[in-house]
Protein backbone atom coordinates (compact mmCIF):
# COMPACT_ATOMS: atom_id res chain seq x y z
CA UNK A 1 0.00 0.00 0.00
CA UNK A 2 2.57 2.18 0.97
CA UNK A 3 6.25 3.45 1.78
CA UNK A 4 7.18 4.73 4.98
CA UNK A 5 10.52 4.96 4.68
CA UNK A 6 10.69 6.53 1.07
CA UNK A 7 8.11 9.19 2.69
CA UNK A 8 10.79 9.41 5.71
CA UNK A 9 13.59 10.38 3.61
CA UNK A 10 11.31 12.96 1.51
CA UNK A 11 9.99 14.66 4.70
CA UNK A 12 13.72 14.69 6.10
CA UNK A 13 15.02 17.99 5.76
CA UNK A 14 12.23 21.49 5.22
CA UNK A 15 11.03 21.43 1.51
CA UNK A 16 8.30 23.63 -0.11
CA UNK A 17 4.91 21.77 0.64
CA UNK A 18 1.69 22.10 -1.25
CA UNK A 19 -1.26 20.27 0.19
CA UNK A 20 -4.82 20.16 -1.54
CA UNK A 21 -7.92 18.55 -1.21
CA UNK A 22 -11.22 18.11 -4.13
CA UNK A 23 -13.69 20.59 -5.10
CA UNK A 24 -16.12 21.85 -2.27
CA UNK A 25 -14.64 20.46 0.65
CA UNK A 26 -16.00 18.36 3.62
CA UNK A 27 -14.83 17.93 7.04
CA UNK A 28 -12.50 15.10 6.24
CA UNK A 29 -11.48 17.12 3.39
CA UNK A 30 -10.94 20.00 5.17
CA UNK A 31 -9.43 18.65 8.58
CA UNK A 32 -7.28 15.89 6.85
CA UNK A 33 -5.14 18.68 5.01
CA UNK A 34 -5.02 21.33 8.20
CA UNK A 35 -4.31 18.24 10.34
CA UNK A 36 -1.40 17.78 8.10
CA UNK A 37 -0.23 21.06 7.50
CA UNK A 38 -0.35 21.42 11.28
CA UNK A 39 2.55 18.24 11.69
CA UNK A 40 4.38 18.99 8.59
CA UNK A 41 4.85 23.39 9.84
CA UNK A 42 5.81 21.39 13.22
CA UNK A 43 8.90 19.51 11.05
CA UNK A 44 10.32 23.22 10.20
CA UNK A 45 8.54 22.15 5.89
CA UNK A 46 6.39 26.00 4.48
CA UNK A 47 3.03 24.24 3.78
CA UNK A 48 0.76 25.72 2.00
CA UNK A 49 -2.90 24.33 2.06
CA UNK A 50 -5.01 25.57 -1.50
CA UNK A 51 -8.49 24.36 -1.94
CA UNK A 52 -9.81 24.17 -5.30
CA UNK A 53 -13.26 25.96 -4.45
CA UNK A 54 -14.96 27.75 -1.37
CA UNK A 55 -16.06 25.34 1.36
CA UNK A 56 -18.69 25.62 3.93
CA UNK A 57 -18.76 28.55 7.13
CA UNK A 58 -19.62 25.89 10.13
CA UNK A 59 -16.17 24.38 8.87
CA UNK A 60 -13.84 27.79 9.44
CA UNK A 61 -13.23 26.98 13.07
CA UNK A 62 -10.25 24.82 12.54
CA UNK A 63 -6.93 26.06 12.94
CA UNK A 64 -4.86 26.91 10.29
CA UNK A 65 -7.94 28.07 8.01
CA UNK A 66 -6.78 31.64 8.05
CA UNK A 67 -4.03 30.72 6.43
CA UNK A 68 -6.12 28.66 3.53
CA UNK A 69 -5.76 29.84 -0.17
CA UNK A 70 -9.20 29.02 -2.41
CA UNK A 71 -8.54 28.52 -5.80
CA UNK A 72 -9.97 31.24 -8.55
CA UNK A 73 -9.59 32.66 -11.69
CA UNK A 74 -8.61 35.89 -10.32
CA UNK A 75 -5.62 33.86 -8.41
CA UNK A 76 -4.67 31.41 -11.16
CA UNK A 77 -1.03 33.10 -11.66
CA UNK A 78 -0.37 32.75 -8.47
CA UNK A 79 -1.80 28.91 -7.64
CA UNK A 80 0.21 27.46 -10.59
CA UNK A 81 3.50 29.42 -9.16
CA UNK A 82 2.95 27.61 -6.13
CA UNK A 83 2.04 24.18 -7.62
CA UNK A 84 5.32 24.82 -9.92
CA UNK A 85 7.58 25.36 -7.10
CA UNK A 86 6.04 23.29 -4.73
CA UNK A 87 9.10 20.52 -3.78
CA UNK A 88 5.93 17.88 -2.20
CA UNK A 89 2.74 17.75 -3.35
CA UNK A 90 -0.27 16.46 -1.18
CA UNK A 91 -3.06 14.96 -2.43
CA UNK A 92 -6.27 14.62 -0.21
CA UNK A 93 -9.52 12.89 0.02
CA UNK A 94 -9.83 12.51 -3.71
CA UNK A 95 -8.38 9.79 -6.30
CA UNK A 96 -8.65 11.50 -9.57
CA UNK A 97 -7.24 15.07 -10.32
CA UNK A 98 -10.26 16.17 -12.22
CA UNK A 99 -12.06 16.08 -8.63
CA UNK A 100 -9.64 19.76 -8.31
CA UNK A 101 -11.05 20.72 -11.72
CA UNK A 102 -8.32 23.13 -13.49
CA UNK A 103 -5.71 22.83 -10.84
CA UNK A 104 -5.85 18.90 -12.13
CA UNK A 105 -3.49 19.73 -14.65
CA UNK A 106 -1.65 22.19 -13.14
CA UNK A 107 -0.35 19.32 -10.22
CA UNK A 108 -0.22 16.42 -13.03
CA UNK A 109 2.93 18.46 -14.90
CA UNK A 110 4.08 19.68 -11.82
CA UNK A 111 8.06 18.37 -10.97
CA UNK A 112 7.21 17.88 -6.91
CA UNK A 113 6.87 14.76 -5.71
CA UNK A 114 3.12 14.11 -5.83
CA UNK A 115 1.95 12.14 -2.62
CA UNK A 116 -1.51 10.59 -2.75
CA UNK A 117 -3.66 10.04 1.08
CA UNK A 118 -6.79 8.48 0.30
CA UNK A 119 -9.34 5.93 0.85
CA UNK A 120 -11.96 6.02 -2.16
CA UNK A 121 -11.79 3.19 -5.13
CA UNK A 122 -10.43 3.06 -8.31
CA UNK A 123 -7.43 5.43 -8.00
CA UNK A 124 -5.77 7.31 -11.36
CA UNK A 125 -2.61 6.45 -11.01
CA UNK A 126 -0.81 9.89 -11.14
CA UNK A 127 0.96 9.82 -7.48
CA UNK A 128 4.80 8.90 -6.83
CA UNK A 129 3.95 7.91 -3.33
CA UNK A 130 0.49 6.72 -2.18
CA UNK A 131 -0.61 6.27 1.48
CA UNK A 132 -4.05 4.94 0.42
CA UNK A 133 -6.50 2.70 1.80
CA UNK A 134 -9.92 1.74 0.41
CA UNK A 135 -10.97 0.38 4.07
CA UNK A 136 -10.27 3.04 6.12
CA UNK A 137 -13.27 5.18 7.19
CA UNK A 138 -11.81 8.66 6.37
CA UNK A 139 -8.47 10.01 4.89
CA UNK A 140 -7.79 11.85 8.52
CA UNK A 141 -7.53 8.51 9.71
CA UNK A 142 -5.17 7.78 7.24
CA UNK A 143 -3.28 11.23 8.26
CA UNK A 144 -3.16 9.79 11.74
CA UNK A 145 -2.02 7.10 11.06
CA UNK A 146 1.01 8.19 8.78
CA UNK A 147 2.04 10.59 11.49
CA UNK A 148 1.91 7.37 14.36
CA UNK A 149 4.18 5.21 12.26
CA UNK A 150 6.46 8.22 11.25
CA UNK A 151 6.97 7.95 14.89
CA UNK A 152 6.20 11.57 15.38
CA UNK A 153 2.39 10.96 17.05
CA UNK A 154 4.05 13.24 20.15
CA UNK A 155 3.74 16.07 17.50
CA UNK A 156 -0.33 16.15 17.44
CA UNK A 157 -1.59 18.51 19.70
CA UNK A 158 -4.77 19.76 20.52
CA UNK A 159 -5.29 21.71 17.37
CA UNK A 160 -4.40 18.75 14.64
CA UNK A 161 -6.23 16.59 16.76
CA UNK A 162 -9.57 18.74 16.31
CA UNK A 163 -9.10 18.80 12.87
CA UNK A 164 -9.10 14.96 12.44
CA UNK A 165 -11.45 14.47 15.18
CA UNK A 166 -13.74 16.15 12.85
CA UNK A 167 -12.97 14.46 9.43
CA UNK A 168 -13.26 11.12 10.90
CA UNK A 169 -16.53 12.06 12.86
CA UNK A 170 -18.03 13.63 9.84
CA UNK A 171 -16.77 10.63 7.67
CA UNK A 172 -17.93 7.75 10.08
CA UNK A 173 -21.70 9.47 10.53
CA UNK A 174 -20.96 10.19 13.73
CA UNK A 175 -19.41 6.84 14.19
CA UNK A 176 -22.44 4.77 12.72
CA UNK A 177 -21.22 3.54 9.53
CA UNK A 178 -19.97 0.12 8.75
CA UNK A 179 -16.81 1.94 8.45
CA UNK A 180 -16.35 2.56 11.75
CA UNK A 181 -13.62 0.56 13.10
CA UNK A 182 -11.58 -0.46 16.03
CA UNK A 183 -8.70 1.14 14.74
CA UNK A 184 -10.90 4.65 14.33
CA UNK A 185 -12.06 3.76 17.92
CA UNK A 186 -8.66 3.76 19.08
CA UNK A 187 -7.53 6.84 17.42
CA UNK A 188 -10.52 9.02 18.87
CA UNK A 189 -9.84 8.02 22.53
CA UNK A 190 -5.98 8.91 21.67
CA UNK A 191 -7.27 12.33 20.28
CA UNK A 192 -9.61 12.56 23.77
CA UNK A 193 -6.77 12.11 25.71
CA UNK A 194 -4.47 14.79 24.64
CA UNK A 195 -7.81 17.38 24.92
CA UNK A 196 -9.82 17.38 22.06
CA UNK A 197 -13.25 18.68 22.77
CA UNK A 198 -15.57 16.41 20.90
CA UNK A 199 -19.21 17.74 21.95
CA UNK A 200 -17.56 21.55 20.98
CA UNK A 201 -16.64 19.83 17.35
CA UNK A 202 -19.86 18.27 16.98
CA UNK A 203 -21.68 21.74 18.12
CA UNK A 204 -19.47 23.74 15.53
CA UNK A 205 -20.48 21.79 12.60
CA UNK A 206 -24.30 20.20 13.41
CA UNK A 207 -25.24 23.05 15.47
CA UNK A 208 -24.65 26.04 13.32
CA UNK A 209 -27.60 26.33 11.00
CA UNK A 210 -28.49 29.55 9.65
CA UNK A 211 -32.62 30.07 10.12
CA UNK A 212 -33.02 29.78 6.32
CA UNK A 213 -31.18 26.85 6.08
CA UNK A 214 -33.81 24.89 8.46
CA UNK A 215 -36.33 26.54 6.65
CA UNK A 216 -34.81 24.57 3.06
CA UNK A 217 -34.48 21.64 4.79
CA UNK A 218 -38.15 21.97 6.39
CA UNK A 219 -39.06 22.48 2.43
CA UNK A 220 -36.60 19.86 0.69
CA UNK A 221 -38.53 16.99 3.13
CA UNK A 222 -41.94 18.21 2.80
CA UNK A 223 -42.40 19.29 -0.87
CA UNK A 224 -39.43 17.96 -2.98
CA UNK A 225 -39.24 14.34 -1.19
CA UNK A 226 -40.35 11.36 -3.86
CA UNK A 227 -40.57 8.07 -2.43
CA UNK A 228 -40.29 4.73 -5.05
CA UNK A 229 -40.87 1.69 -2.31
CA UNK A 230 -41.13 -0.38 -5.43
CA UNK A 231 -37.18 0.23 -5.85
CA UNK A 232 -36.47 0.65 -2.07
CA UNK A 233 -35.64 4.25 -3.30
CA UNK A 234 -35.83 7.70 -1.86
CA UNK A 235 -34.77 10.78 -3.92
CA UNK A 236 -34.71 15.03 -3.37
CA UNK A 237 -34.50 17.12 -6.46
CA UNK A 238 -33.73 20.54 -5.96
CA UNK A 239 -33.39 23.56 -9.02
CA UNK A 240 -31.06 26.01 -9.14
CA UNK A 241 -34.43 28.77 -8.53
CA UNK A 242 -35.07 27.07 -5.42
CA UNK A 243 -31.50 27.55 -4.05
CA UNK A 244 -31.80 30.82 -4.69
CA UNK A 245 -34.63 31.23 -3.03
CA UNK A 246 -33.23 29.84 0.14
CA UNK A 247 -30.02 32.32 -0.41
CA UNK A 248 -28.47 28.80 -0.26
CA UNK A 249 -25.07 28.91 0.48
CA UNK A 250 -21.60 26.22 0.16
CA UNK A 251 -22.88 23.02 2.77
CA UNK A 252 -26.06 23.93 3.41
CA UNK A 253 -27.22 21.08 1.37
CA UNK A 254 -24.49 19.04 3.02
CA UNK A 255 -26.45 15.78 4.59
CA UNK A 256 -29.86 16.05 3.16
CA UNK A 257 -29.88 12.73 1.19
CA UNK A 258 -29.17 10.85 4.61
CA UNK A 259 -32.71 12.38 5.83
CA UNK A 260 -33.55 10.20 2.13
CA UNK A 261 -32.03 6.85 3.97
CA UNK A 262 -33.43 7.53 6.86
CA UNK A 263 -36.87 6.08 5.71
CA UNK A 264 -37.95 2.91 6.70
CA UNK A 265 -37.65 0.52 4.05
CA UNK A 266 -35.31 2.18 1.69
CA UNK A 267 -31.70 1.34 0.58
CA UNK A 268 -30.80 3.84 -2.02
CA UNK A 269 -31.10 7.25 -1.52
CA UNK A 270 -30.04 10.29 -3.86
CA UNK A 271 -30.15 14.21 -4.04
CA UNK A 272 -29.99 15.87 -7.53
CA UNK A 273 -29.08 19.68 -7.77
CA UNK A 274 -28.68 22.02 -10.52
CA UNK A 275 -25.35 23.77 -9.99
CA UNK A 276 -23.95 25.94 -12.14
CA UNK A 277 -21.23 23.66 -13.16
CA UNK A 278 -24.12 20.41 -13.97
CA UNK A 279 -26.01 18.94 -12.07
CA UNK A 280 -24.40 17.64 -9.18
CA UNK A 281 -25.69 13.94 -7.19
CA UNK A 282 -24.93 12.61 -4.27
CA UNK A 283 -25.90 9.00 -3.78
CA UNK A 284 -26.18 6.54 -0.40
CA UNK A 285 -27.12 3.19 0.24
CA UNK A 286 -26.93 0.78 2.88
CA UNK A 287 -26.59 -3.24 2.50
CA UNK A 288 -25.39 -4.57 -0.40
CA UNK A 289 -26.59 -2.07 -3.15
CA UNK A 290 -23.04 -0.24 -4.41
CA UNK A 291 -23.82 3.48 -5.26
CA UNK A 292 -20.23 3.45 -6.13
CA UNK A 293 -21.14 1.33 -9.47
CA UNK A 294 -24.14 2.95 -10.02
CA UNK A 295 -22.35 6.40 -10.46
CA UNK A 296 -19.49 5.16 -12.56
CA UNK A 297 -21.49 2.79 -14.75
CA UNK A 298 -24.39 5.86 -15.25
CA UNK A 299 -23.40 9.74 -13.69
CA UNK A 300 -19.66 9.80 -14.74
CA UNK A 301 -19.08 9.20 -11.23
CA UNK A 302 -17.67 6.85 -8.22
CA UNK A 303 -16.04 7.21 -4.16
CA UNK A 304 -17.35 4.27 -1.92
CA UNK A 305 -19.63 1.26 -1.78
CA UNK A 306 -22.37 3.13 -0.05
CA UNK A 307 -21.52 6.79 -0.33
CA UNK A 308 -20.78 8.53 -3.91
CA UNK A 309 -21.49 11.11 -5.91
CA UNK A 310 -21.79 11.56 -10.00
CA UNK A 311 -22.79 14.82 -12.36
CA UNK A 312 -24.98 15.41 -15.23
CA UNK A 313 -24.37 17.88 -17.96
CA UNK A 314 -28.32 17.80 -18.88
CA UNK A 315 -30.97 19.46 -17.55
CA UNK A 316 -32.07 19.10 -13.97
CA UNK A 317 -35.50 17.53 -15.53
CA UNK A 318 -33.66 15.18 -17.88
CA UNK A 319 -31.53 13.87 -15.28
CA UNK A 320 -34.18 13.13 -12.89
CA UNK A 321 -35.92 10.95 -15.70
CA UNK A 322 -33.04 9.24 -16.25
CA UNK A 323 -32.15 8.68 -12.97
CA UNK A 324 -36.00 6.71 -12.10
CA UNK A 325 -35.26 5.53 -15.67
CA UNK A 326 -32.58 3.17 -14.56
CA UNK A 327 -34.17 2.15 -11.23
CA UNK A 328 -35.73 -0.92 -13.44
CA UNK A 329 -32.64 -2.22 -14.07
CA UNK A 330 -31.26 -2.47 -10.51
CA UNK A 331 -34.72 -3.42 -8.63
CA UNK A 332 -33.57 -6.96 -8.01
CA UNK A 333 -30.46 -5.87 -6.78
CA UNK A 334 -31.85 -2.83 -4.58
CA UNK A 335 -34.95 -5.76 -3.31
CA UNK A 336 -32.25 -8.07 -2.34
CA UNK A 337 -30.59 -5.58 -0.07
CA UNK A 338 -31.03 -4.57 2.97
CA UNK A 339 -31.08 -1.71 5.29
Known sequence: ????????????????VMITTHHKPDADALGSSLGLAGY??????????????????????????????????????????????AQVIFCLDF??????????????????????????????????????????????????????????????????GECLYAGI???????????TSKNVHLIIADLLHIGVNASNIHRLIYDSSSELRLRFLG????DKLVVLPEFKTAYIAISADELKAYDSKTGDTE???????????????????????????????VGNFSVNDFARENFSGGGHKNASGGISTDTLENTVAKFEGLLPKY?????????
Request: zero cysteines; aromatic letters at 8%.
Open 1 to 16: MHDINALKELLKTPKE
Open 40 to 85: LKKKGHRVTVITPSDYPNFLAWMSGNEDVLVYSKENDELVHRIIDE
Open 95 to 160: SVLSRINEMGEYIREAKGTKVLIDHHLQPEQFADLDYSKTTAAATAELVYDLIKEMGEADLIDTHI
Open 169 to 179: MTDTGSFRHPS
Open 219 to 222: YALK
Open 255 to 285: GLVNFALSIEGIVFAAVIIDRSQGVKMSFRS
Open 331 to 339: KEQLNSSTN
